[in-house]
């Protein structure tokens, strides 16, 4: 299995796992996203927006879980830059963020891969 780079750190970022001179990074990566995996994998793997300094990585896609005054909760797509989740270049969703979810997307179809 491939994964990109923004993957990786979230993964190291969400685990607090850190490389030592024993411990290579592969291998650190590897066991860091297996773990990873499984965590996102649950549909309760939402991380709160005051979880000990769990944030995503900048420009990392997320889900983001939105509390409105009336009560009604929603999930939106946004995107983390500079500290803050954002529906786009401009607007942010501030204070109506609860909690956020890495932002998952398949890989597209390769005939090759099939066989």
């Known amino acids: 299995m ?6 990786i750190q979230s993964a190291i970022n969400a685990l607090n796992i850190i490389p030592t001179e024993t411990t ?4 650190v990566v590897i066991d860091c996203l ?3 995996k499984g965590m ?3 549909d309760t793997d939402w991380v709160p927006v005051n979880h000990k300094n769990q944030h995503p990585s900048e420009g990392q896609k997320v889900f983001v879980t939105l ?4 009560g ?4 939106e797509k946004a995107t983390y ?3 803050e ?4 270049k401009y607007i942010s969703f501030g204070h109506l963020v609860t909690a956020w979810r890495p932002y998952w997307s398949p890989e597209p179809y390769r005939e090759e891969e099939a066989d």
């Not at 989740?85 to 786009?88: E, H, I, N, Y």
Request: hydrophobic share 25%.
């Open 72 to 75: 009604d909760r929603r999930v």
């Open 67 to 70: 509390l409105y005054v009336d």
């Open 24 to 27: 290579p990074l592969d291998k």
């Open 40 to 42: 996102i994998e649950k």
């Open 85 to 88: 989740f954002m529906k786009d």
């Open 34 to 36: 297996k773990d990873y």
């Open 81 to 83: 830059t500079d500290g």
């Open 2 to 7: 491939k994964y990109e780079p923004c993957v």
